[in-house]
């Protein structure tokens, strides 16, 4: 038996752009709270459930914002998502259109295959609004407000937790029923939504204090950082790269700063201690990011493999294969109180993420271990440390039963192995010391996907997106300089501005994503900057009134909310 140990860590990182219109508190999409209910509940019991199970969590402070903001809701009766709100109403006769359209235009938004087929009262709903709609016109105000009632009541059925269904009998009651929900069902599937969703934090904050868990952070809204900071970055992987019009995001440094500040004040107050890590969002790195990292004590940051290896040609290094270089953390040089870098195995992280959800989960779960042996094999003499990061929320939904045979049997066969040793990432750099591993002389700016910034920049609409951000700045930073603005109205431009900052408004503008989701985030974006304006009390522009992008992309793997590494 092997005496040398290999080391790894399991990152899922957890995250939701702000669906909130800010100017009325209503969200305009339900994602945050659906997630809540499947994924985070889950990804929470499978560590619970195994006391030698280690992982790591990324917390993106924006999710965690609006998870208290819907614990508040279900705390109060106050509901200002238009879905939840439905759910808890009482009756389904009298409903608004603009009720009835959200009902019919979010109740099959989900994976079918895996969350509409097993169930055939669901099924059946499906099938039936396809039949009525082929009819044209105003064909689908003839289904019944029971029809809509049972729609509402199978869909939240279908994004709860696996791990909720086996905990609690009401979910299982309630599809065994199957039809003619009622308002005392609802009203307690309420309940039980309540429940999962208003003790998510505390479980999470549990497990990081029991010593399970490790949870880090990414500045605040999730911005692609170097971008802030410098254009220029995205053509260090890509030097033909087409730039926005305008030349640089003003004031860009200063952002990212207070998007670390603020995540680092949210982090404490969240879970009685600061970070010792971040996942910068989408894995963006450059030399400029991760000296800011430096300055706020941060003591590891991760990326994507890709990123080393074009790091590692620019320093005039080369590796024939992974096991020469990947599996260790790296120092920059120059950086002697700087964070230690991990890099993503890009491999293993997209057979998680795309293709074990086609396997049974036993033979996956086999598959996995045989790969981490193989690693342990070809990394002769030394204790290698494999990162395995990615999305912890979406990849599940294409699984059966949410990924719950494969990822309890996961951690089993993990916790179970002889030489195989789950931690997290401060776990390692406490047990190896700082200084272990390799130095860098710097990293080539790039991305977890395919290690560019081609997903955020580049495409026309992308640049659109950017030059209508860039223009929303300068105009912030003159009326800040005329003195206009008082602190607290200060405070509110900036928080409004964060919004506006996040990497997903960019990620979902091109083409080649799928149409409906396009319009959704185009929409909330250009709202986005419009309130920014009215906050300014300066006139919007004209611009903002005309969509972005349109999107005709229909065939983009896991819908587009992920992407492959290569």
């Known amino acids: ?18 669906y909130r219109d800010t100017g009325t508190g209503e969200f305009r999409l339900p994602w945050t709270y659906l997630h809540a209910l499947k994924d985070y509940s889950d990804m929470a019991a499978h560590v619970e459930a195994e006391p030698h199970a280690k992982a790591v969590f990324n917390f993106v402070p924006v999710l965690l914002d609006q998870l208290e903001d819907y614990s508040d809701q279900l705390a109060t009766g106050q509901y200002r998502d238009p879905l939840l709100r439905l759910l808890a109403r009482a009756d389904f006769e009298k409903l608004s259109s603009d009720e009835r359209e959200v009902i019919l235009d979010c109740g099959f938004r989900c994976d079918h295959e895996q969350m509409v087929s097993p169930y055939p009262p669901y099924k059946r709903l499906h099938e039936l609004y396809k039949h009525v709609e082929s009819f044209g016109g105003n064909a689908l105000d003839y289904l019944s407000g029971q029809y809509l009632a049972d729609l509402v009541t199978w869909y939240h059925l279908v994004w709860m937790g696996e791990t909720v269904r086996r905990a609690d009998p009401l979910p299982v009651r309630l599809m065994a029923k199957g039809q003619g929900f009622d308002a005392e069902d609802r009203n307690a599937l309420l309940g039980l939504v309540s429940r999962v969703i208003r003790e998510l934090i505390p479980r999470y904050r549990a497990l990081l204090e029991s010593g399970r868990i490790e949870i880090s952070s990414t500045p605040h809204t999730h911005p692609i950082a170097p971008l802030l900071i410098d254009f220029q970055a995205a053509r260090e992987a890509w030097p033909d790269m087409v730039l926005p019009r305008a030349h640089h995001y003003p004031g860009g440094t200063g952002r990212v700063a207070a998007h670390i500040r603020s995540a680092v004040e949210s982090h404490v107050r969240r879970f009685g201690q600061p970070p010792a890590g971040f ?8 030399n400029a990011v991760i000296r800011q990292f430096a300055g706020a004590g941060l003591r590891w940051t991760a990326t994507g493999g890709t990123v080393l290896v074009n790091s590692l040609k620019h320093a005039g290094e080369h590796a024939e294969s ?8 790296y120092k920059i040089t120059g950086m002697d109180d700087g964070p230690a870098c991990f890099f993503r195995d890009e491999k293993l992280s997209d057979l998680i993420g795309f293709e074990y959800s086609k396997w049974h989960g036993a033979d996956a779960v086999t598959h996995f271990i045989s790969e981490l042996e193989r690693i342990h094999d070809e990394t002769k003499g030394t204790e290698a440390v494999v990162s395995v990061i990615l999305d912890g929320e979406n990849a599940w939904e294409y699984y059966p039963y949410n990924g719950f045979y494969f ?19 401060s ?13 860098l002389p710097g990293v080539t700016a790039g991305s977890w996907v395919y290690g560019t910034f081609s997903t955020w920049i580049g495409d026309p609409a992308k640049n659109a ?55 959704s985030f185009d929409r909330l974006y250009r709202d986005n900057l419009k309130r920014l304006y009215r906050l300014l009390d300066v006139e ?18 896991a819908g587009g909310t992920m992407r492959r590494a290569t």
């Open 1 to 18: 038996m092997s005496t040398r140990k290999l080391h790894l860590i399991l990152c899922w990182h957890m995250h939701q752009p702000d």
């Open 279 to 286: 996942w910068p969002a989408e894995g963006g790195v450059s």
């Open 322 to 329: 992974t096991s020469q270089y990947l599996y260790r953390p």
């Open 407 to 425: 990822l309890s049997g996961l951690y089993k066969a993990l916790a179970d192995h002889p030489y195989i040793r789950m931690t997290t990432f």
């Open 427 to 439: 776990e390692y750099l406490d047990s190896h010391g700082p200084d272990q591993g390799a130095s």
């Open 465 to 519: 997106a950017w030059d209508l951000l860039c223009d929303a700045k300068r105009t912030l930073d003159l009326i800040e300089a005329s003195g206009k603005l008082n602190p607290a109205k200060l405070n509110e431009v900036y928080a409004q501005l964060a919004i506006c900052e996040s990497s997903d408004w960019f990620w979902w503008f091109g083409d080649y994503n799928p149409g409906h989701t396009v319009a």
């Open 540 to 557: 919007t522009p004209l611009m903002l009134d005309e969509p972005i992008c349109h999107g005709d992309g229909n065939d983009m793997e």
